[in-house]
């Protein structure tokens, strides 16, 4: 029962596929490995070689060598690895309760005038404080505990996300929800059935940024709240005992953990949703 | 069954002129018609009528604001399964594949996932776009999209399928490929259709019955039934005759 197949129309992708083809696939990705690893290492080499020349203090500027030798004491003693779990423990811990939070207030916000018009003048004033901020006030509230940090990252994150969730909801084509409705979606599966799926290209990016927003302000507030594990807290007292190779050390490894959840974890969370859709509008 | 009744239909916006004057726009008065049940109907009429409009409120997308709508003789109280939509906008979910698309309506039934699927295979499969299962709308092109939306809404066994300009975001010749796989899936399916267009050899084309919409606020202002074989040709005198006849009727202004 088939009815007149459309030949004439066909997906543009094909042919392009083909001609991308000749490329070679292995060639073109050590290409790029290339171009990032080389100049690393050429930094690295120069690094190493003015410091040892220069004869600068290692209290003031370490050699790479003695940064490596840090981070692989710190790896083989064990603090590396409880620095990282803590640090990131936090992270997690109050990113995903901001996000919860933010997506549902968002949502809200989005859908219902009567929310959008209580809630936008409060956001707004309140996304003009930063987070950190608001340490002296977490720390009078929840003393020198996990609590005075995770606080503020909930409260940073949830604005972020209700930021982005809000403007990504309100700005669903109307015909999709009309489409929903026609469909026989109404009440409450609108939201997870319509509204989420198709603002989720701005959540996504929302939780994005609230994720780098975060791992900026959990760094530092490390240093400023005495925890007894992390990154910052790690980088603040090496600082005490001017062991510069161990704040170099940590600094590293702050840059290091950070990109693998910018590049690895929240980038492939975009390409398996957002991008497979073809919604997106390339973001980086 | 699947005959939809309009009775009296009426449909006006409240719109601010000024400060002190709320303006009332009438679009349409006290519009009736029927369509039978497997009957082909469409709707013509200039843009600005409320044809699209009149659609609209049969899907139950907008409240009415005076009259009736019934299908199989119960009166709609809002948008329901027993009417299919198809939009101009094509309206498809981006974040789902062709079949995901083709079920959605069939999920709000409650139908179990792999009978869903099932029913959902046998809709692709009629509009001619098996083996596109598993694409997203994004990469398929416009005729392609309409007949997942087409799909989408007969997947469900409405009674009624009500079509929104739904050739209408198409070029010319993907225009007259479509209108021929819609005459032919009538053909197979029998469903009632009630068909809004502004072109008017596609309404002579598909349609058993041609109703002209005209005038401010618009009402039905001629009814001609097609009497032609399908498959029809564009290019048959009669066929031209009722395209003459049609084109009249839009021109002239309503008494």
Known sequence: ?284 | MGELRVENLSKSYQRKDGWNTIRTLRVFDNVSFAVREGEFVSIIGPSGCGKSTLLNLSAGLDPVTGGFVYVDGEQISGPGLDRGVVFQEFALFPWLTVIGNIEFGLKSKGIPAAERRKIAQRYTNLVGLSGFEKYHAYRLSGGMRQRVGIARALAIDPSVLLMDEPFGALDAQTRESMQKALADIWQTTKKTVLFITHDIREAVYLSDRVLVMNGRPANIALEIAINLARPRNRHDVEFQEYEQQLERAIAAPAS
Do not use: C
């Open chain 1, 1 to 284: 029962m088939s009815v007149s197949t459309p030949t004439e129309e066909r997906p543009a992708t094909r042919a392009v596929l083909e001609e991308t083809r000749t490329g070679g696939a292995l060639m073109a990705a050590s290409g790029s490995l290339a171009s990032t690893v080389v100049p690393i290492v050429a930094i690295m080499l120069l690094w190493e070689v003015a410091v040892r020349l220069s004869h600068v203090p290692p209290a003031i500027l370490p050699p790479l060598s003695d940064i490596f030798a840090a981070i692989w004491d710190m790896a083989y003693t064990g603090t590396l690895w409880g620095d990282i779990a803590a640090t990131l423990g936090r992270l997690v811990e109050s990113a995903v309760t901001g996000m919860i939070i933010g997506t549902v207030i968002g949502v809200l916000m989005g859908y219902f005038r009567l929310w959008e018009r209580a809630l936008v003048s409060p956001m707004n004033f309140l996304l003009a404080i930063p987070g950190t901020a608001l340490f002296p006030l977490s720390m009078i509230w929840f003393g020198l505990s996990d609590l005075a940090i995770v606080s503020i990252l909930i409260y940073e994150v949830a604005l972020t996300v209700m930021l982005n969730t809000w403007t990504g909801v309100k700005t669903v084509d109307l015909s999709l929800v009309r489409a929903g409705r026609a469909f026989g979606v109404s009440g409450f599966a609108l939201f997870y059935r319509v509204l989420i799926p198709a603002a989720l290209p701005s959540i996504i990016t929302g939780y994005r940024q609230a994720f780098s927003r975060a791992w900026r302000i959990l760094v530092v507030a490390e240093m400023l709240v005495s925890v007894s594990a992390g990154l910052g807290y790690r980088i603040y007292w090496a600082r005490e005992y001017f062991n510069t190779d161990v704040v170099f050390g940590s600094l590293f490894v702050v840059g290091i953990v950070g990109l693998l959840i910018e590049r690895v974890f929240l980038r492939t969370l975009e390409v398996m949703t957002v991008e497979r859709w073809g919604v997106m509008r390339s973001l980086s």
